[in-house]
């Protein structure tokens, strides 16, 4: 069996194809294929991508998630989420992930979470959110986070992870 090689995630630019590229699930590839370019340039969300080499030896795109400056008011968060915290709560949305179906049992998707989450501590470290929040699209999304740690939002279908290092326990 062949290795596949991933590309450490990166911006996903005007000049990378998508084309041909499946998650599964028909929200996440609909935003890829409409609205992926316009978020980018009206700066309401960064995508970044991890590739691979088709037989052709060209770039194919393997997966992707976006990241965006984001805020959660005070009647919708609970706990260590809003203790302490202005109204409205800075934080980063992890707004969009998909992993083709082709690299589903690869673990891209962990791979791209991770790199999420860190890209999402520095920007932290130099602007300030207190968590990392998604909103799970699937039962299969939700049981993904929560194996990474995500705590639910109560009374909402958002998780949060915490981007302050001294604040994960």
Not at 69 to 87: D, F, M, Q, T, V
Not at 99 to 125: C, E, K, P, W, Y
């Amino acid at each position: 069996m062949d290795v596949i090689n991933f590309t450490k995630p990166r911006r996903l630019t005007a000049n990378d194809s998508i084309s041909g590229f499946d998650c599964g699930l028909p929200l996440v590839n609909d935003w890829l294929a409409r609205h992926a370019a316009t978020a980018g340039r009206q700066g309401t969300a960064v995508v970044y991508a991890t590739f691979t080499k088709d037989i052709n030896g060209a770039d194919m795109l393997a997966g992707f998630y976006t990241l965006s400056a984001y805020s959660i008011e005070h009647s919708g968060a609970s706990g260590w989420l809003k203790r302490n915290c202005p109204n409205p709560i800075p934080a980063i949305l992890l707004g969009m992930m998909g992993v083709d179906i082709r690299f589903q049992t690869m673990h891209v998707g962990s791979q791209l979470l991770r790199d999420a989450v860190l890209r999402s501590m520095n920007a932290a470290a130099i602007i300030g959110a207190r968590a990392l929040l998604v909103e799970p699209a699937t039962n299969q999304a939700v049981a993904f986070y929560e194996r990474y740690d995500f705590r639910h939002i109560p009374k909402s279908s958002r998780m949060f992870t915490p981007l302050n290092i001294r604040n994960h326990r």
